[in-house]
């Protein structure tokens, strides 16, 4: 299926506002996520899912892992002669308010993607707010109601001082935004449909406040725009800081979660690895975890997500944990509550413990 309405343009140059040892060397959009996808495999996937066969990348400056990752974008469709996918340079965040995501700067540098185009309209999409959508629903929605950009946005579940909220009037118009959301708030899930000649438009008009987001900069002249909004009723999880990334991930771990994101008829794509399917040796225990291709269980496992190529020694125990590529649990180790980055070795017979309120966070290769 190709969609012959839109083409994509996803942002991926931004980062949290509170540092993590997990982002000193990937951005945000890279985070490794239930063992095997990336936060970048969701937006590329609902593209893909949708047919959009034309999608920018706006890049960071730290972009290998992005790079190794996607490639050229073969496992979502994209390595194509026409169309594909395009990674776009992208500007450091200044002034613009925290928690959007759409740079007017990274939107005029790559007017030539916009230009080139003949699709009538661009879905511009974020990277840490995860979500499997029907976008062919929302398109054609935006189609329908005639008017220049759609927001898409969801009740939110829960307060989240990082996420926008939409200031939302008769007949659906967006009258303006505001930062933070509370439980019911209409929360901005960085996904919108825009006029393809409307965005030209506005990166003519609008260039000398290059400095601000998109939004921030037509936010005086929603009315006369016409902006609208659509209400996604499906799953939605955003991800700011190590404590989310920490608790959304865990909630996916209940089936009745898991199934409102991961489904069939949409399949979240991500980059394929050749590796033979995980190792459960006699004796070892495993329960409420998701265990990736490549690991070797010889310990025990409860409530935790383990991603390729992890080994759990006899006698070692992991207990609601993250345990990201390539780490070794050794015998008699205890990891509980806690995120270890790839290429960690846990020594014999240590503790690494944090609380259920306060997480213990190991870098990257910290432990040897």
């Not at 996420?163 to 959301?181: D, N, P, T, Y």
Request: proline share 4%; hydrophobic share 40%.
């Amino acid at each position: 299926m190709i969609n012959r309405k839109a083409i994509g343009y996803i942002t991926a140059n931004y980062t949290s506002r509170e540092h993590s040892v997990l982002l000193d060397s990937r951005p945000l959009a890279s985070i490794p996520f239930m063992g095997r996808y990336r936060l970048i495999d969701f937006p590329l996937s609902n593209l893909a899912n949708a047919g959009v066969k034309t999608v920018g990348l706006v890049m960071p400056g730290n972009y290998r892992s992005i790079v190794d990752h996607v490639g050229h974008g073969k496992d979502w469709g994209l390595d194509r002669k026409k169309g594909g996918l395009f990674p776009l340079p992208g500007n450091p965040y200044g002034a613009t308010k925290q928690g959007m995501r759409f740079l007017l700067r990274d939107i005029i540098s790559n007017k030539t993607l916009f230009q080139r185009s003949d699709k009538p309209y661009v879905v511009l999409m974020g990277s840490n707010i995860i979500f499997n959508m029907d976008l062919n629903a929302v398109i054609e929605a935006h189609e329908a109601s005639g008017v220049g950009i759609t927001m898409v946005y969801v009740r939110a579940e829960r307060h989240q001082d990082d996420a926008m909220s939409l200031e939302i009037g008769e007949a659906g118009r967006v009258k303006g935004f505001r930062q933070g959301c509370n439980y019911g708030d209409n929360k901005f899930l960085d996904c919108v449909v825009i006029n393809r000649p409307l965005l030209l438009q506005i990166i003519d008009q609008y260039a000398s406040a290059d400095y601000l987001d998109l939004f921030e900069a037509i936010a005086p002249d929603f009315e006369r725009i016409d902006v609208c909004s659509y209400e996604f009723k499906g799953l939605a999880m955003g991800f700011f800081n190590e404590d989310t990334y920490f608790r959304r991930s865990m909630e996916l771990l209940d089936p009745t979660t898991s199934n409102k994101l991961f489904m069939k008829e949409r399949p979240i794509l991500t980059k394929a690895h050749d590796a033979p399917p995980a190792k459960y040796f006699s004796g070892s225990v495993a329960c409420n975890s998701r265990i990736s291709a490549g690991c070797e269980i010889k310990g025990t496992v409860r409530n935790s997500i383990l991603a390729r190529g992890v080994t759990v020694e006899a006698g070692a125990n992991v207990v609601n944990s993250i345990i990201m590529q390539s780490c070794t649990i050794k015998s008699g180790a205890h990891v509980e509550n806690a995120i270890l980055d790839k290429d960690n070795v846990v020594a014999a017979n240590t503790e690494l413990s944090g609380t259920p309120d306060d997480i213990l966070v190991v870098g990257k290769a910290a432990l040897k």
